[in-house]
C-alpha cells in the first residue's frame, strides 16, 4: 500500500516562508501535506519529479471579483492559470448579495459599471438563487471549482438591501438602517464570510453614470457594520478610497479600526495626477502599525491602466466615425477593412465624436500609451510611447498608435497606464512591495473583462520581479513567493494554507521557473451569452495541485474540481 496519496519529488521547495529554497520530497495524504523531507522512502498512489523546477505554495490572491463568475462556471479563469488556488472575491463593496428581487438590475449595473461585466453576461449567468448573503454562501458550498474561494460582505449591495432606493441616492442611514446593516453583517460573519469591503471613489459608478451607493457612507455607518462584523465572529475590513481629503478619510478609517481591533487594508498606488500621495498614506499606515493596528496597504507589482486595441473594449479610434462604422462589421470583414490604406487614413486623420464616457479623453493620451508587445513589457522606457515614437520617425502618434493594434492581424495590444509608473519606471512600486505593511493585491481577476487581464500578476512577479528586471533592483525569489502565500494567508486569517509545511494544506505549484512567461493578452468569447473577456496565458506552470488534487498539467486543465467555498469560520490550524 502507497504511504501518500501525491508525492511531488526532489523539487527546489520555496516554502513561503523567509527560507532559503531547498531540495525536497512533498508526502500529500487526504488533503494535507503529512511530510516534507530531503527523501521520502514511502511512494505514493501518483508521483511528480519535481527535480529542476520551483514548487511553492499555491497562490493566494486577495483582490478579485469573481462574485458572478462562481455561480455559473467552474473553472476560474484567468486566476487559475497563474497558479491561484485560493481566491477572495467581494471586493470594491461590489458584489450580488445580500439582494431582494426587485434590486437585481441594480446590482447589474454597478456590477457593470465598476467591472466592467457586461449586463447581457450577468443577465444570462446568474440564476439568482439566494436573497440573503447566507443563502449565498449556502449556493456555492454545492459547487465545485478549480479553486477554493471565499467570500466578503460587500456594502453597496448590503446598503441596497436595506436602503433600497434611498442608498442608490446616497441618503445618510439612519440609525435604524445602521442597526439593519450590522444585524446582516453579522449574520453574513456567522455563516462563514471572510470579511467586509466598501468602495468611496468617484471611479466606481454604475453603467448609468450614477456614483456607487457607499462613496459617501458616515462613520457612524462603516463603523455599525464593523461593529457587525465582530460580533459574527470577526473579518477583514477592505477599502478603496480617493483620499481626496487625506487626513480626515484617514484618520476616521483608524477610528473604525481602533474601536473594533478588526485588520483593515487600503488599496495603495501610485496616482500619476497626484504622484506623492501614496508616501502620505503609507507613513499613516506605518503609525497606525506602530500604534498596534493591523492596517496594511494593497499594492500591484505593475503599471494599472488599461489595454487598448482593435479587439479590446476601447482603442484610440473608438469614438471616430469611421471607426464606428467599421466597427459593426462581421470580424473577417472588419479586420481586412483595418488593413485597407484607406480606412487607416480616414481613422487616423478623424477627430472623435462627442461622448460621455469615461474614459473618452483619457484613451487618446498617446504620451503616456505603449506597444506592449509578443513579449510583454509592463515597465516600458518613456522614448517607447506613442508620442515619443513619432517624433523619432516624422509620423504621428495616431500611425504609430494603428500600426501597433494591427499586428497580428488586428491582435496588436496597446499598453495605457495610469498607476505606479508616474516616474517612468517601476520604482516606486518596488517601494510598496517590499514595504513589512504591504500585501500583494489589485489583480481584479473576473473583472475589467474587456480592457484588462491583471489576474495574471502572480506570474508576473516571479517572472519580472525575481528574473527580468534590468532597469531596477530586483526581489528575492522567497520573499516574492512569500508575499504570494503565507503573507496574505495570515493577513485574512486563512491560517491553513500558504506553506509547504507538514499540516498545512496540500495547495502547490510546480513551475519550470526558468521558463516562465507570460502570453500576449488575448480575446475569447466564451462567457455567457457569448460575452467577450480578455485572458492571458502562461507558459512554466507543470502542476497546480489544490487539495492534493492536480488541476492543471502543463498548462492544461485536468477537469478535477477540488475547489470548495472558504467558509471562515471552519477554518482550523495546521496540527502541531
Known sequence: MSAFDLVVRQGMVADGTSDDLRVADIGIRNEIITAVEPRLAGTGVEEIDARGLLVTPGFIDVHTHYDGQVTWEHHLAPSSCHGVTTSIMGNCGIGFAPCRPEDRERLVRLMEGVEDL???????????????????????????????????????????YVMGQRAAEREVATEQDRHAMARHARDAIAAGALGFSTSRTLNHRSSDGTNIPTLRAGEEELAAIAQGVKAGGGGALQVVSDFDDPATELAMLRRVAET???????????????????????????????????????????????????????????FTPTFKRVAELPVVERRAALHDPEVRGAIIGEMPDPSE?????????????YALGRRPDYEPHPSRSMTALAA???????????DVM???????????????????????????????????????????????CDASLPTFMLQYWTRERTIGPRLPLSEVVRGLTSKPAEVFGLVDRG???PGYKADINVIDYDKLSLGIPRVTWDLPAGGRRVLQDAEGYRATIVSGVVTRRNGEGTGMLPGRLIRANRISPPAS
Open 392 to 402: 523619432a520617425r516624422g509620423t504621428s502618434p495616431e500611425a504609430e498608435a494603428y
Open 499 to 501: 506553506r509547504i509545511r
Open 357 to 369: 464616457h469615461v474614459a473618452a479623453n483619457h484613451i487618446r493620451t498617446f504620451s503616456a500609451m
Open 118 to 160: 457586461p449586463e447581457p453576461v450577468l443577465s444570462a449567468g446568474l440564476p439568482w438563487a439566494w436573497e440573503s448573503f447566507t443563502d449565498y454562501l449556502d449556493f456555492l458550498s454545492d459547487r465545485t471549482f478549480d479553486m477554493d474561494v471565499a467570500a466578503q460582505v460587500p456594502h453597496a449591495a448590503l446598503r441596497v
Open 406 to 452: 494591427l499586428e497580428d492581424d488586428c491582435q496588436g495590444v496597446l499598453l495605457l497606464p495610469s498607476v505606479n509608473i508616474a516616474e517612468g519606471n517601476l520604482e516606486v512600486a518596488r517601494q510598496m512591495l517590499v514595504h513589512p505593511h504591504t500585501i500583494y493585491g489589485l489583480g481584479d481577476g473576473g473583472a475589467h473583462l474587456g480592457f484588462l
Open 260 to 318: 473594533t481591533g478588526l485588520p483593515l487594508s487600503v488599496s495603495l498606488m501610485q496616482y500619476h495626477h497626484v504622484p506623492g500621495k501614496w508616501r502620505e498614506i503609507l507613513n499613516w499606515i506605518e503609525a497606525c502599525q506602530a500604534d498596534g493596528l493591523a492596517i496594511r496597504g494593497q499594492v500591484s507589482g505593475r503599471p494599472i491602466g488599461m489595454l487598448l486595441g482593435f479587439e479590446l473594449g476601447l482603442n484610440p479610434f473608438s
